[in-house]
């Protein structure tokens, strides 16, 4: 994600990545990688599988950043900063795509 992607922009999941809740664990597995390339492999946290679950192609960072702000201690401001850095790693390893 580039450094001027702003709070209108929509993301939608990359149709190679598959996402799994094993346990207390949610996952990311991209499928067209080697199996053996385990290093593909992303773990996810908590505020990490709910930005995950909202990043549909049509749902606006901002929107995203207000739903994290209501469901985890945390201020928007953070909510922001965490949300774009977030995003753009995701969009760095190819789990997401601007729509």
């Not at 995950?52 to 985890?72: A, K, N, S, Y």
Request: proline share 3%; glycine share 8%; no cysteine.
């Amino acid at each position: 994600m580039s450094t001027d992607t702003n709070l209108d922009s929509h993301f939608e999941k990359d149709e190679a990545i598959v996402a799994r809740r094993i346990g207390d664990e949610f996952i990311l597995v991209p499928i067209r990688q080697q199996a053996g390339e385990l290093d593909s492999i992303y773990t996810l946290n908590g505020v990490g599988a709910r930005v995950w679950e909202l990043l549909d192609g049509q749902t606006p960072l901002d929107e995203i950043r207000d739903t994290i702000v209501e469901e985890f201690e945390v201020s928007p401001e953070e909510a922001e900063a965490d949300l774009v850095a977030f995003v753009g790693q995701l969009a760095r390893v190819g789990a997401v795509v601007e729509a």
